[in-house]
């Protein structure tokens, strides 16, 4: 434990560059947070999680800045224009590297020239679920449910364009049910309907839904992913069900910098991360956020990038849809 802190503080101290930042100026120039979501939510929590354990390993100050909306871009907007020193640092959901690329004709960045990928932070799996007053117990349940009749199929989702948006697309694809997923404004309006019995089913991070179902008052049916997950390891994978398209990797948040932040600071910032990551408080935190701790090195990130994007663009432009259309 000693040595891992004596490795922590030795790397961390020598974040930026003595040559560009001297020692004595890290408490001048605080490390900026930046997020695309509001306060309150699992990102904001995420951030504020990371924050508290950096403060101490750089040993100077850490803020978070919230600048929501506009599909995450404004946050974007001022990450990418800030010093390429390491010091602004975006922390940013999946989509907007592998599929926004695919669903806006026009983007205000471009992913692999304005960004550095640092570290994969955490990842999530999405679950489909529904109102615990429905029929269905399970999915093979539901799945002879939507069979039964037409127009049984939509589901809810929070906002156009996500990998949400499409797993419903994939789920109706695969098992031959004419399927739609319907924007809500929040995950929270998904859930009320659900609840409500106002649809029929609903899929989000399954993070916003565990503890509803541990309450009895939603089940939830499939989460995707290659394998179960462990935060709720009682719901099986859509693969095991035989729904093929959904064991892609889950979601994911990661750290990104400026374009052009130099390689050195890029990996200092990264193993700071790691490291943060690693605090047993911090990883309790994170799951009862519905988040499991992922960590990576800016290699590993970028390949992840690589994948998803391989995986996401035939699937969006098989669909046709366009966001800003």
């Known amino acids: 434990m000693k040595r891992n802190a004596f490795l922590l503080a030795c790397a961390t101290a020598m974040l930026l560059p003595a040559a560009r930042v001297p020692a ?9 947070i930046v997020i695309g979501f509001p306060p309150g939510g699992a990102v904001d929590s995420l951030a504020r999680i990371i ?3 950096l403060r101490a390993s750089l040993d100077t100050t850490v803020l978070v800045e919230n600048r929501p909306g506009a599909n995450t871009f404004l946050a974007m907007d001022t990450v990418k224009k800030s010093a390429p020193d390491g010091r602004t640092v975006l922390i940013n959901f999946s989509p907007a590297f592998t599929i926004y690329p695919f669903t806006f004709q026009s983007l205000p960045y471009n992913a692999r020239q304005d960004f550095v990928p ?30 039964a009749a037409p127009g049984r199929g939509p589901v809810g989702m929070p906002g156009a364009g996500t990998s949400a948006h499409f797993a419903v697309l994939e789920m109706g694809k695969s098992m031959g049910v004419e399927m739609s997923a319907v924007a809500y404004k929040g995950g929270a309006a998904v859930l009320a309907d659900e609840m409500g019995g106002h649809i029929g089913a609903g899929i989000d991070s399954i993070g916003s839904k565990l503890e509803l179902h541990r309450s009895g008052k939603i089940r939830l049916l499939a989460v995707t992913g290659s394998q179960r997950t462990a935060l709720a390891p009682e719901v099986p994978t859509f693969a095991e069900l035989g729904v093929k398209g959904l064991d892609y990797p889950s979601g994911w948040y990661g750290a990104f910098v400026a374009g052009e932040t130099p390689a050195d600071v890029v990996q200092k910032l990264s193993l700071a991360l790691n490291q943060a990551l690693q605090d047993p408080a911090a990883r309790k935190q994170l799951e ?3 988040l499991e701790v992922a960590g990576s090195t800016p290699a590993e ?25």
């Open 301 to 325: 990130l970028k390949a992840t990038i690589e994948s998803d994007t391989r995986f996401w663009q035939p699937v969006v432009r098989e669909t046709g849809f366009k966001a800003d259309r």
């Open 24 to 32: 004595h100026a890290q408490t001048a120039q605080p490390v900026k």
């Open 288 to 290: 009862n956020l519905g």
């Open 118 to 147: 640092v570290a994969q932070l955490v990842k999530f799996p999405l679950a489909l679920s529904a109102g615990a007053n429905q029929p269905y117990k399970n999915f093979d349940e539901y799945r002879q449910w939507l069979k």
């Open 51 to 53: 924050a508290e354990r």
